[in-house]
């Protein structure tokens, strides 16, 4: 008999993940119906913000509003000239521009910007929606619908088709962090909430938030929030959340989707790339899971030393599920961290990976940067097991890379 090759063995993990499904749980992309809020081409993965804020670094004088108010094609071929021609593209980000480019086969070699454009202005926006999920096998991507903001309530006012590609997600940032502004955000929606926690207001929220599960009917409700949100607390987005929101969610069996540890505009004048990082206190989490150990929570945290408490927390409480490596850990010397992390803490019950791209080219290099990861941490772990003379089928394989890149998400929702 012969011995099991690590190298086969890769090569049938490589042949999974690549053939496998995968269900992009958290991105800021919209069905082509949203119109212009569907980013998508070389001007606006030019301006994502994670380059925005790289480009600045190369302009210590250049001032930020003068920059931002130069037309989108403007601001692009500025980043293109700084961070592509004057510099190696060699950040996560930039070297992420040209892996989804390179796949595309757009022509890269002559480094020109007009033929970059060129090649995507041939594209209608359901073409390239298509191009970009069959590049990496998403089945879904899932959205994140926001009804504070006025463009995209306008959006679901006039009504927007359904699109099987895409499904929703329902966030409420505003009335978790932002309180009691939000009340007045709530009264323009008809709504009449006013600043205090009045039985009447909390009436008023909740027939918001019903409102809008029956008018989008998400997959989860979601919310983003500072390092310093704590439980217990006084403070009205902490009662809104457990007071409110969960005993909603837990009637209508909803999972509600945390993302903790942005501070917000630590410098303004970046405006979308101005956020910054904290880390949490995790006791926040275990009041969270244990109080409300009939709600389920979708968890990602955006420091990296919160990571190893997270996976110790999820051991505890099987009503967290830890997801992504979220904004400023989606690179790969993060993503190999926390995946070999939680692999070796959880075993296969996480989801690994989303894309949170804002650019719907994004989640081709976002997808294929991940995987390249996960089939060198799979291939030795794997190798580890079948040297014990466990021996590992393709069916195994295919159960447990389909669990990581879908089923554990569709799961975790049931
Ligand atoms: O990753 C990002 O682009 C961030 O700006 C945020 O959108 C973050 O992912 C969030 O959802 O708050
Ligand atoms: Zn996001």
């Known amino acids: 008999m012969s011995t099991p090759s690590p190298a086969r063995l890769r090569q049938r993990i490589i042949r999974l993940l690549a053939e496998t499904p995968a269900t992009d749980i958290h991105t800021h992309l919209f069905s082509p119906a949203f119109g212009s809020l569907l980013l998508r081409g070389i001007d606006d993965l030019l301006t994502y913000h994670y380059l925005i804020a790289e480009f600045f670094r190369w302009h210590q004088h250049l001032d930020y509003d003068v920059f931002f108010s130069l037309p989108r094609e403007a601001?692009?071929?500025?980043?293109?000239?700084?961070?592509?021609?004057?510099?190696?593209?060699?950040?996560?980000?930039?070297?992420?521009?040209l892996?989804?480019?390179?796949?595309?086969?757009?022509?890269?070699?002559?480094?020109?910007?007009?033929?970059?454009?060129?090649?995507?202005?041939?594209?209608?926006?359901?073409?390239?929606?298509?191009?970009?999920?069959?590049?990496?096998?998403?089945?879904?991507?899932?959205?994140?619908?926001?009804?504070?903001?006025?463009?995209?309530?306008?959006?679901?006012?006039?009504?927007?088709?359904?699109?099987?590609?895409?499904?929703?997600?329902?966030?409420?940032d505003n009335l978790l962090t932002a309180w009691p502004a939000a009340a007045q955000d709530l009264r323009t929606m008809g709504f009449r909430a006013s600043a205090e926690l009045s039985p009447s207001t909390r009436s008023a929220i909740r027939s918001f938030l019903l409102a809008w599960i029956n008018r989008i009917k998400p997959l989860y409700l979601m919310a983003s929030l500072p390092p310093t949100f704590s439980l217990p607390s006084p403070d009205p987005g902490a009662r809104i959340l457990t007071d409110i929101v969960l005993p909603l969610l837990r009637e209508r069996n909803l999972v509600m989707a945390l993302m903790i540890g942005v501070e917000r505009q630590v410098n303004p004048a970046l405006r979308l790339a101005g956020d910054s990082i904290g880390r949490m206190n995790i006791n926040t989490l275990v009041h969270l899971?244990?109080?409300?150990?009939?709600?389920?929570?979708?968890?990602?945290?955006?420091?990296?030393?919160?990571?190893?408490?997270?996976?110790?927390?999820?051991?505890?409480?099987?009503?967290?599920?830890?997801?992504?490596?979220?904004?400023?850990?989606?690179?790969?010397?993060?993503?190999?961290?926390?995946?070999?992390?939680?692999?070796?803490?959880?075993?296969?019950?996480?989801?690994?990976?989303?894309?949170?791209?804002?650019?719907?080219?994004?989640?081709?290099?976002?997808?294929?940067?991940?995987?390249?990861?996960?089939?060198?941490?799979?291939?030795?772990?794997?190798?580890?097991?079948?040297?014990?003379?466990?021996?590992?089928?393709?069916?195994?394989?295919?159960?447990?890379?389909?669990d990581l890149l879908r089923n554990n998400f569709w799961r975790f929702l049931e």
Not at 75 to 97: C, I, K, M, N, Y
Not at 331 to 343: G, H, K
Request: net charge positive; proline share 5%.
């Open 289 to 402: 899971a244990r109080s409300f150990p009939t709600n389920k929570f979708l968890v990602t945290i955006l420091s990296r030393e919160n990571q190893h408490e997270l996976c110790v927390v999820a051991r505890k409480f099987r009503n967290l599920m830890p997801f992504g490596c979220w904004w400023f850990l989606n690179s790969p010397f993060f993503i190999e961290e926390l995946t070999r992390m939680r692999l070796e803490w959880l075993g296969l019950t996480f989801i690994p990976q989303h894309s949170d791209a804002r650019v719907l080219d994004q989640i081709i290099y976002k997808w294929l940067h991940t995987k390249q990861i996960l089939a060198e941490i799979l291939t030795q772990k794997y190798a580890t097991i079948e040297a014990t003379g466990w021996k590992v089928s393709n069916d195994d394989l295919r159960r447990d890379i389909s």
């Open 99 to 172: 892996t989804s480019l390179h796949t595309l086969r757009c022509p890269l070699r002559s480094r020109n910007l007009d033929k970059l454009r060129a090649f995507f202005a041939q594209l209608s926006p359901s073409e390239h929606v298509d191009l970009c999920m069959r590049a990496v096998n998403i089945d879904t991507l899932v959205m994140t619908n926001n009804p504070f903001d006025p463009a995209e309530r306008a959006c679901w006012e006039r009504g927007v088709p359904d699109d099987p590609r895409f499904r929703t997600a329902l966030r409420i």
């Open 75 to 97: 601001q692009a071929a500025a980043v293109w000239q700084t961070l592509f021609l004057d510099h190696s593209p060699l950040s996560e980000s930039s070297r992420g521009l």
